[in-house]
């Protein structure tokens, strides 16, 4: 919100955030700081990645893996094939070649990627990096890149962006698992902080 002011202020009237975290807190603040935009600007900021359609891209690997890839891929929200693929095409230098050897992890739910997160010697990644590759990341970014023009030139049209269905509005119950444990630390910090701000007589 305060960004968004500050450029408000500014007199921006158009705004695309291209933000890929995944994380429902996260996106959703992000929309709500758009609406924000809108109302007090009057202008138009949107989040595209929080628009349901934008995920439309990331059905790529799905498609080219095997079955086989596919099963041992599994469910996964965190560096697995799509994401090694991806870096491996804008910047291979940076992927550790010990990926094509790499373990997997393959999880069929959140309660799975959580054990697996916490163990010991967990290595930071989920699914099978192993079958990532450069190509199938030139395919998931040239068809996001695809599908959010196409987004920002129906905005610019004049459809209504605020009206678009949001990814992260309906949590799918394997995200609300996550997010239910990521608000919970939250309240831990914010309480942390409330008691070093009462304590310097800040609060």
Same mark, same amino acid.
């Given at each position: 919100?305060?960004?968004?002011?500050?450029?408000?202020?500014?007199?921006?009237?158009?705004?695309?955030?291209?933000?890929? /975290?995944g994380d429902p807190a996260?996106?959703?603040?992000?929309?709500?700081?758009?609406?924000?935009?809108?109302?007090?600007?009057?202008?138009?900021?949107?989040?595209?990645?929080?628009?349901?359609?934008? /995920?439309?891209?990331?059905?790529?690997?799905?498609?080219?893996?095997?079955?086989?890839?596919?099963?041992?891929?599994?469910?996964?929200?965190?560096?697995?094939?799509?994401?090694?693929?991806?870096? +491996?095409?804008?910047?291979?230098? +940076?992927?550790?070649?010990?990926?094509?050897?790499?373990?997997?992890?393959?999880?069929?739910?959140?309660?799975? +990627?959580?054990?697996?997160?916490?163990?010991?010697?967990?290595?930071?990644?989920?699914?099978?990096?192993?079958?990532?590759?450069?190509?199938?990341?030139?395919?998931?970014?040239?068809?996001?890149?695809?599908?959010?023009?196409?987004?920002?030139?129906?905005?610019?049209?004049?459809?209504?962006?605020?009206?678009?269905?949001?990814?992260?509005?309906?949590?799918?119950?394997?995200?609300?698992?996550?997010?239910?444990?990521?608000?919970?630390?939250?309240?831990?910090?914010?309480?942390?902080?409330? +008691?070093?701000?009462?304590?310097?007589?800040?609060?």
């Open positions: 919100m305060d960004l968004s002011g500050t450029l408000g202020a500014q007199k921006f009237r158009w705004i695309f955030i291209v933000h890929d /975290h996260h996106n959703q603040a992000l929309a709500q700081a758009s609406e924000f935009f809108h109302d007090t600007y009057g202008g138009v900021m949107v989040h595209l990645f929080n628009l349901a359609e934008s /995920h439309e891209c990331y059905a790529t690997p799905a498609k080219v893996l095997s079955t086989e890839a596919n099963a041992e891929e599994g469910f996964n929200i965190h560096a697995g094939v799509e994401e090694h693929s991806e870096v +491996l095409f804008l910047h291979p230098e +940076l992927v550790s070649p010990g990926y094509k050897t790499a373990p997997s992890f393959t999880a069929a739910k959140f309660e799975d +990627l959580y054990k697996f997160a916490v163990a010991d010697g967990w290595p930071g990644y989920f699914g099978a990096p192993r079958h990532a590759t450069s190509e199938i990341g030139k395919q998931v970014m040239e068809a996001c890149s695809q599908k959010l023009d196409a987004i920002v030139l129906r905005v610019l049209d004049g459809a209504n962006p605020y009206a678009l269905a949001h990814f992260y509005d309906q949590l799918d119950p394997r995200d609300a698992y996550i997010d239910k444990l990521e608000r919970a630390h939250d309240r831990e910090i914010e309480a942390k902080q409330q +008691l070093w701000l009462k304590a310097k007589g800040l609060d």
